[in-house]
């Protein structure tokens, strides 16, 4: 397949700029993995999906204030996006600005700090904090980094909202945006249900907002994401097997954590960086069922989900969403998918 393949009209109008007032006022589209039509349901309806012994996959990453913004030596203005703290004075980072700094220039940020221009890696910059740490910048001026299609700057209620309720490994430049929709009294009704959770970490970078360049997509080269799936996930996927449940990825950053730790055709404890690309075509090891919002057209999170609900289902299903008016992307509506082979 191409990248073309996975071309779809959005009005811009679709593109939810901010949240809902409520986590789980969302809608939430269901397609079971067959050939009948979608659902139109409400995230509060997930419990009636689910069943005891189920065990929900979550991402536990924590969106750290990545965005800087500064001034190189000569004056020019300078937005910086932290895409991986390496320890407390270094980082890569992508740096926007007229003219691209040079290694062994220096850029002020907004308290008077400067951070040094140590080389390039790829399209990531290495930066050297000269007086205080990257923590401490990121606290004190900081920014929330909010995709590139909400077109408005972050305010306070982003600090929340745009990180999960269960949120605590610091590390992530984009939320796991489909656990966005879980608030306490949903996750309570799920624990009265006897439905089970894990986490893994999977710290999302930029690049999931990459557009894939190659039309060939056997060429194209997947930016790297640093996650663990350690030893008691394992040990409760294992155990949910055994009950008769089903293991439930909450967001596509789970998806690719579970099936990364499996590659060679067996779950283990994983700890490290991935490049799994997954796209029609691939045979899924762990995943039985997922929840995930919508995805930018073109994207390998499109691909991921095609791969995992059948191409076919899941344009038609984005047609359908596009008609009913749903709200797209970091912000918008969900979809809850059986995997296909799983119907």
């Not at 040094?116 to 740490?133: I, M, N, Q, T, Y």
């Not at 949120?167 to 929709?181: D, F, N």
């Not at 986490?199 to 190659?214: C, D, K, M, Y």
């Not at 394992?234 to 008769?244: A, H, K, P």
Request: glycine share 6%; proline share 6%.
């Amino acid at each position: 397949m191409r990248r073309s393949d996975f071309h779809y009209e959005l009005p811009a109008e679709l593109i939810a700029q901010h949240p809902l007032p409520e986590r789980s006022g969302s809608r939430l589209l269901v397609l079971d993995g067959s050939q009948t039509p979608p659902r139109d349901r409400m995230f509060t309806d997930l419990p009636s999906l689910l069943k005891p012994h189920d065990l929900l996959i979550f991402n536990n990453t924590q969106v750290m204030r990545a965005r800087l913004f500064g001034h190189k030596e000569t004056g020019g203005q300078v937005e910086i996006l932290i895409e991986r703290l390496l320890d407390a004075r270094e980082a890569l980072a992508h740096v926007r600005a007229s003219k691209s700094p040079k290694p062994g220039s220096r850029i002020r940020v907004t308290d008077g700090a400067w951070l040094s221009v140590v080389g390039r890696e790829g399209d990531l910059f290495r930066l050297r904090a000269l007086e205080s740490d990257f923590g401490e910048q990121m606290a004190r001026h900081g920014h929330m980094p909010l995709p590139p299609y909400i077109q408005r700057p972050d305010d306070v209620l982003d600090e929340s909202r745009y990180q999960t309720v269960f949120a605590r490994r610091t590390g992530a430049v984009a939320a796991p945006t489909a656990a966005l929709h879980f608030d306490e009294p949903m996750l309570a009704r799920l624990d009265a249900l006897g439905v089970a959770r894990a986490e893994i970490t999977l710290h999302v970078g930029a690049g999931t907002f990459q557009p894939v360049r190659e039309d060939d997509l056997e060429r194209h080269h997947m930016h790297s994401e640093w996650l663990e799936v350690d030893e008691t996930v394992c040990e409760r996927i294992e155990r949910t097997r055994q009950l008769g449940g089903r293991v439930i990825a909450v967001g596509t950053t789970s998806v690719r954590s579970l099936e990364t730790a499996a590659a060679d055709g067996r779950l283990r404890p994983f700890r490290g960086e991935s490049r799994l690309f997954i796209r029609p075509g691939y045979r899924f090891r762990v995943v039985d069922a997922m929840i995930t919002n919508f995805h930018l057209p073109e994207s390998t999170l499109l691909m991921l989900v095609a791969a995992f609900s059948g191409y076919s289902e899941i344009m038609k299903a984005y047609r359908h969403a596009i008609d009913q008016r749903y709200r797209f992307f970091s912000y918008g509506d969900a979809m809850f998918l059986t995997r296909q082979d799983a119907a």
